[in-house]
């Protein structure tokens, strides 16, 4: 069985509120037009649902374009901390860094390029 998908499910509420209206409908037309207006209308009708159906199940992958939701892949570039000895705020390259396979594993030290003192890295969060 093919996966539901919105439109579908949006053509089978208007054809169950089409056919719960139509008696009304119908009632509405045969007051205000003639017989044959109303059998050429039905003929219209089905023409073009047979024509159309099989147009849109044909060409639809042609006549309907896919707007696809993407993802922004982003990538480390640097880490910033404030040094603990000399309270600047310290910027190093990513390609600079010893990083840790697994980011949650030790992180190791680094040297303040400012006080050249040894910095023990703690946890990170990501901006
Ligand atoms: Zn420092």
């Known amino acids: 069985?093919?996966?539901?998908d919105g439109m579908l499910i949006a053509s089978f509420l208007t054809t169950i509120f089409y056919s719960a209206t139509y008696p009304f409908i119908h009632k509405e037309i045969m007051a205000s037009v003639t017989d044959t207006i109303v059998a050429s209308n039905q003929i219209v009708d089905c023409v073009s649902i047979v024509v159309l159906g099989s147009?849109?199940?044909k060409k639809s992958g042609k006549l309907f374009k896919y707007y696809p939701v993407f993802c922004?892949?982003?990538?480390?570039?640097?880490?910033t901390f404030e040094c603990p000895y000399c309270n600047y705020d310290v910027t190093l390259d990513w390609?600079?860094?010893?990083?840790p396979?697994?980011?949650?594993?030790?992180?190791?030290e680094v040297e303040c390029p400012h006080c050249k003192k040894t910095v023990l890295l703690g946890d990170y969060?990501?901006?």
């Open 1 to 4: 069985m093919k996966k539901l």
């Open 55 to 57: 147009l849109w199940n």
């Open 72 to 79: 922004i892949n982003q990538q480390p570039v640097s880490i």
């Open 95 to 99: 390609d600079d860094l010893d990083v």
């Open 101 to 108: 396979e697994y980011w949650g594993d030790d992180w190791g």
């Open 125 to 127: 969060d990501m901006n």
